[in-house]
């Protein structure tokens, strides 16, 4: 059982290593899941003296006022060998014999941390303590509890260290080690109340009574630790410490221990509770219900650390791998990156993702509507055909047909078509422009480099105009190649004026009469609906052909080939992650680290069971 301790020790340590001591976080906190035993008291309660008296070691700082200023979490290790020493987490190579050097090392760390204001950190100092007279037990000396600020210290510092406390011992898997003095009224007794707030069963309190040899002659605390006043669901223990004349004398450690043992053991009072007295008791009996918490709490950790670990990688896949340090790295990173936005706009263009089809509402809607909306007939209005027939004639009418009349009606009407063509091309490259900002929205990799996000959005905008200005110039050609060159056979189908009993040799005048100037606009309207449902096929083809199919070929080769020509500073400044995203990917990675190491180091112990 003793692994059991041993095991939320290491995991203390390497909780605390990575900033992990149960404040307030944006990370997954592995402390506040660990049992723990918090030791609360008021100053001058006794509780400096308790936990000297469980390591049988003179090693805590003393002074007046507030002298607890940081947690310390105190490790106790019991070895075979016949020598005792300590050891900080902060000096992970350094071992300390003299433990009045231990002393000093508490206090400088403590002002290491808070300066010597006399203010107060939750940073917890670990202190780890090998002994062949202490039994495996961890505890937690939390700062002792006051009601008035000494010179120094903001007027905030009581409340300060309330919260600090009761952070630490609200959680539910914090044992609580309530000191509390004899010779005052239990009543104010500071880690009563606090307890009591926290823990009103009192299923994880234990009250510990110190000073019970310095009550008043003709008092004792018999009724309280027999548990019929202010009874908890533990039986309360009491310790006899060293007195201050004591310590100033500097006597034993182990001296006191046996004059401890022989106070409860010849006094008429307490000798029948001698058997679960002092504070060699008090360890053992906290060490052994440590280890059945522990025993209890391994399923649920397990769990814990298990989802938390799934939650962990599920983040950091989010937030994408870190930068690469070499050019080839960047390169790579770049190029990959890059083809995963191309995927997702080809995904769209091809219907795996939406948007694409809204290409095909172009061709379908947008473009036959358009071409819907010609004015034709006011290119074929009677006075316009009698006006470019006229013209077309010059000085000479013509024979038998006004065929360049027909043409430049025809060409007017034609070059009409050119606006539709034109508007289809730009709605085209509007939708492509809304598909790659979509696309780059939904590349997370590109979240963490906001230059590369500017520079592929950049690339493949410029890419996309390129291809609008090869279209808008191969879909005009199609409009100006159908003004250019009439399909002939649709006009030898057409009946002629003799055909139906026309006579040639009418006076020229006769052949501007309405009826033929009417019957001409029907022709030329004829021919031009024919040419439009033409275009309405190729228009889309010549798009599609120079836009989309084009996007999906070539959207980024010009970029990738600029890209062979950048130096390593050049790559580095477009994989320019926010520092903040750099940070929390380390922390992350850190927190995952510990909670693996977590989980394989409970899982051993679990199989040991």
Same mark, same amino acid.
């Given at each position: 059982?003793?692994?059991?301790?041993?095991?939320?020790?290491?995991?203390?340590?390497?909780?605390?290593?990575?900033?992990?001591?149960?404040?307030?976080?944006?990370?997954?906190?592995?402390?506040?899941?660990?049992?723990?035993?918090?030791?609360?008291?008021?100053?001058?309660?006794?509780?400096?003296?308790?936990?000297?008296?469980?390591?049988?070691?003179?090693?805590?700082?003393?002074?007046?006022?507030?002298?607890? !200023? *940081?947690?310390?979490?105190?490790?106790?290790?019991?070895?075979?060998?016949?020598?005792?020493?300590?050891? #900080?987490?902060?000096?992970?190579? @350094?071992?300390?014999?003299?433990?009045?050097?231990?002393?000093?090392?508490?206090?400088?760390?403590?002002?290491?941390?808070?300066?010597?204001?006399?203010?107060?950190?939750?940073?917890?100092?670990?202190?780890?303590?090998?002994?062949?007279?202490?039994?495996?037990?961890?505890?937690?000396?939390?700062?002792?509890?006051?009601?008035?600020?000494?010179?120094?210290?903001?007027?905030?510092?009581?409340?300060?260290?309330?919260?600090?406390?009761?952070?630490?011992?609200?959680?539910?898997?914090?044992?609580?080690?309530?000191?509390?003095?004899?010779?005052? +009224?239990?009543?104010?007794?500071?880690?009563?109340?606090?307890?009591?707030?926290?823990?009103?069963?009192?299923?994880?309190?234990?009250?510990?009574?110190?000073?019970?040899?310095?009550?008043?002659?003709?008092?004792?605390?018999?009724?309280?630790?027999?548990?019929?006043?202010?009874?908890?669901?533990?039986?309360?223990?009491?310790?006899?410490?060293?007195?201050?004349?004591?310590?100033?004398?500097?006597?034993?450690?182990?001296?006191?221990?046996?004059?401890?043992?022989?106070?409860?053991?010849?006094?008429?009072?307490?000798?029948?509770?001698?058997?679960?007295?002092?504070?060699?008791?008090?360890?053992? %009996?906290?060490?052994?219900?440590?280890?059945?918490?522990?025993?209890?709490?391994?399923?649920?950790?397990?769990?814990?650390?298990? @989802?938390?670990?799934?939650?962990?990688?599920?983040?950091?896949?989010? &937030?994408?791998?870190?930068?690469?340090?070499?050019?080839?790295?960047?390169?790579?990173?770049?190029?990959?990156?890059?083809?995963?936005?191309?995927?997702?706009?080809?995904?769209?263009? +091809?219907?795996? !993702?939406?948007?694409?089809?809204?290409?095909?509402?172009?061709?379908?809607?947008? &473009?036959?509507?358009?071409?819907?909306?010609?004015? #034709?007939? !006011?290119?074929?209005? %009677?006075?316009?055909?009698?006006?470019?027939?006229?013209?077309? +004639?010059? =000085?000479?009418?013509?024979?038998?047909?006004?065929?360049?009349?027909?043409?430049?009606?025809?060409?007017?009407?034609?070059?009409?078509? !050119?606006?539709?063509?034109?508007?289809?091309?730009?709605?085209?490259?509007?939708?492509?422009?809304?598909?790659?900002?979509?696309?780059?929205?939904?590349?997370?990799? &590109?979240?963490?480099?906001?230059?590369?996000?500017?520079?592929?959005?950049?690339?493949?905008?410029?890419? &996309?105009?390129?291809?609008?200005?090869?279209?808008? *110039?191969?879909?005009?050609?199609?409009?100006?190649?159908?003004?250019?060159?009439?399909?002939?056979? #649709?006009?030898?189908?057409?009946?002629?004026?003799?055909? @139906?009993?026309?006579?040639?040799?009418?006076?020229?005048?006769?052949?501007?009469?309405?009826?033929?100037?009417?019957?001409?606009?029907?022709?030329?309207?004829?021919?031009?609906? %024919?040419?439009?449902?033409?275009?309405?096929?190729?228009?889309?083809?010549?798009?599609?052909?120079?836009?989309?199919?084009?996007?999906?070929?070539?959207?980024?080769?010009?970029?990738?080939?600029?890209?062979?020509?950048?130096?390593?500073?050049?790559?580095?400044? %477009?994989?320019?992650? +926010?520092?903040?995203?750099?940070?929390?990917?380390?922390?992350?990675? @850190?927190?995952?680290?510990? =909670?693996?190491?977590?989980?394989?180091?409970?899982?051993?112990?679990?199989?040991?069971?």
């Amino acid at each position: 059982m003793e692994n059991l301790i041993s095991l939320v020790n290491k995991i203390q340590r390497a909780c605390t290593a990575l900033g992990d001591h149960g404040e307030e976080s944006a990370l997954p906190t592995l402390w506040d899941s660990l049992p723990a035993i918090a030791v609360v008291g008021g100053q001058s309660s006794g509780k400096s003296s308790v936990l000297e008296s469980i390591v049988g070691k003179d090693f805590l700082p003393r002074g007046s006022g507030i002298v607890t !200023r *940081r947690p310390l979490v105190l490790q106790l290790h019991k070895v075979d060998e016949n020598r005792e020493w300590a050891e #900080f987490m902060h000096l992970p190579r @350094k071992r300390f014999t003299d433990f009045a050097a231990v002393r000093k090392e508490i206090a400088d760390e403590t002002d290491r941390e808070t300066g010597r204001s006399k203010q107060i950190s939750s940073v917890p100092i670990h202190l780890s303590i090998y002994s062949p007279n202490v039994v495996n037990l961890t505890l937690i000396d939390l700062p002792g509890l006051t009601k008035v600020a000494v010179e120094g210290q903001s007027d905030s510092i009581v409340q300060d260290i309330e919260n600090m406390v009761r952070s630490y011992i609200e959680k539910p898997n914090c044992i609580i080690l309530a000191i509390s003095p004899a010779n005052q +009224d239990l009543a104010t007794s500071d880690a009563i109340k606090i307890s009591r707030e926290v823990d009103p069963k009192g299923e994880r309190t234990f009250g510990v009574l110190t000073k019970i040899d310095l009550m008043d002659k003709g008092t004792d605390a018999v009724d309280i630790l027999e548990g019929r006043a202010f009874k908890l669901q533990y039986p309360w223990i009491g310790v006899v410490n060293r007195s201050q004349a004591d310590i100033n004398k500097n006597v034993d450690m182990m001296a006191a221990r046996r004059r401890e043992r022989d106070f409860w053991t010849h006094s008429p009072e307490y000798k029948h509770l001698a058997h679960r007295m002092g504070s060699e008791y008090l360890a053992k %009996m906290l060490s052994k219900h440590l280890e059945s918490v522990i025993k209890s709490r391994i399923p649920g950790l397990q769990s814990l650390i298990s @989802k938390t670990i799934v939650e962990l990688e599920t983040e950091l896949s989010r &937030l994408g791998k870190p930068v690469a340090t070499d050019a080839g790295g960047k390169l790579y990173m770049i190029m990959e990156i890059s083809r995963g936005f191309d995927q997702i706009f080809k995904e769209h263009l +091809d219907g795996v !993702r939406p948007g694409g089809d809204k290409v095909y509402n172009v061709f379908d809607n947008q &473009l036959p509507a358009a071409m819907k909306r010609l004015q #034709f007939d !006011r290119h074929l209005s %009677m006075d316009n055909v009698r006006k470019l027939i006229t013209e077309a +004639d010059g =000085y000479q009418p013509h024979l038998i047909a006004p065929e360049q009349g027909y043409r430049r009606l025809i060409e007017s009407c034609l070059t009409s078509v !050119r606006g539709p063509a034109e508007a289809a091309v730009d709605a085209v490259h509007a939708i492509l422009k809304e598909l790659v900002h979509k696309s780059i929205n939904e590349t997370m990799e &590109l979240r963490q480099y906001p230059t590369l996000r500017v520079e592929v959005n950049n690339a493949a905008c410029e890419a &996309l105009e390129r291809m609008r200005e090869e279209s808008k *110039r191969a879909t005009l050609q199609l409009v100006d190649m159908e003004c250019g060159y009439l399909t002939v056979e #649709f006009f030898r189908k057409l009946p002629q004026d003799v055909e @139906k009993g026309g006579n040639p040799t009418h006076s020229i005048f006769d052949r501007y009469n309405d009826s033929y100037l009417r019957r001409i606009g029907t022709t030329v309207l004829s021919y031009v609906n %024919m040419v439009c449902a033409s275009l309405g096929n190729s228009i889309p083809k010549s798009i599609v052909y120079c836009q989309v199919r084009e996007a999906k070929r070539t959207l980024l080769d010009h970029f990738f080939t600029e890209l062979g020509g950048k130096e390593a500073k050049q790559l580095g400044k %477009m994989l320019d992650e +926010d520092p903040a995203i750099m940070q929390r990917r380390q922390n992350l990675a @850190k927190r995952l680290e510990l =909670y693996r190491n977590a989980q394989a180091e409970i899982d051993t112990v679990a199989w040991a069971k």
